[in-house]
């Protein structure tokens, strides 16, 4: 049997490879009871005796968790653990802004088809919501955030049919759910979806007074140099401790009138090529 959530943090502590942190161990709990509900939990099926003591009805999902705060909690170390421990075969975790885009592409695909008289209907979804659902009854989403009207338009039906799928959601983020796409263009037409969010997923804050990020960075050479294959595996290093993953994902942003893109961002760190910033 595989080291609970709760068991691979205490050893995290004990080898001393972080710090112990009370916000942190809360959300730890959390996460290792929501584990356990899964544990006896399949789509279309009654929920086992065991995974009722934890609050799951019959045939019903258990609730998924939003976790946020400020950058640098540990909101990345709190997935590693329960995506690594969670006990589901079918399960995905993916940047949110990855996982969008993902879903625009089945829907283009799903309109082709349409037009070649492969599938019928009028909305494509349903059935792009099926496939997903079908693939990963457990989703984990890293950095959810809503910025594309796009994106914002099409949620709520969108999640509206993965949890009558049955799937589960447990996401971070920088924001809480109510500030999600504020001052977004047409956010009235946004609100079902966080009212559909709450409805499903709990919500809770990591409240850890403790930027680990900042302290990494403290200990860190502020520059290297020459710009050879050391400093780049330096670099890539340094990325990696600050944010749990080898690469980010490319994004879009909008600054006083100009558009920016950046190679590579999650979780508030970004990472650009010298001439993207100095010769362009």
Not at 200 to 219: G, I, N, P, Q, W
Request: aromatic content about 8%; proline content about 6%; hydrophobic content about 45%.
């Amino acid at each position: 049997m595989s080291p609970s959530i709760i068991e691979r943090y205490a050893a995290l502590v004990a080898e001393r490879r972080i710090e112990p942190d009370p916000a942190q161990a809360e959300l730890v709990a959390r996460l290792d009871a929501l584990a356990a509900q899964l544990a006896g939990y399949k789509p279309g099926r009654r929920a086992s005796a065991f995974a009722r003591l934890f609050g799951a009805r019959p045939g019903e999902a258990p609730h998924g968790l939003y976790i946020h705060g400020e950058v640098g909690r540990g909101k990345t170390l709190l997935m590693d653990l329960f995506f690594e421990s969670a006990p589901v075969a079918h399960k995905r975790r993916v940047h949110f802004h990855a996982f969008m885009a993902d879903v625009h592409a089945r829907v283009y695909r799903w309109r082709e088809m349409r037009k070649r008289g492969e599938v019928s209907g009028e909305d494509p979804i349903g059935p792009v919501a099926t496939d997903l659902a079908a693939e990963a009854w457990l989703l984990c989403f890293d950095e959810f955030a809503v910025r594309d009207i796009a994106d914002a338009m099409i949620l709520a039906r969108l999640f509206t049919a993965l949890f009558a799928a049955g799937v589960v959601v447990v996401a971070t983020s920088n924001v809480a759910p109510d500030n999600l796409y504020t001052d977004g263009l047409n956010r009235a037409l946004f609100l079902p979806f966080l009212a559909l969010l709450r409805e499903k997923v709990d919500v809770a804050e990591l409240r850890s007074r403790t930027d680990y990020r900042l302290e990494k960075l403290s200990r860190a050479p502020v520059y290297y140099c020459p710009a050879d294959a050391k400093a780049r595996a330096a670099l890539d290093a340094t990325f990696l401790s600050l944010t749990g993953a080898a690469r980010g994902e490319p994004m879009d942003l909008e600054l006083l009138g100009r558009h920016l893109r950046v190679p590579q961002a999650i979780d508030g760190v970004a990472r650009f090529p010298f001439d993207d910033l100095c010769r362009r």
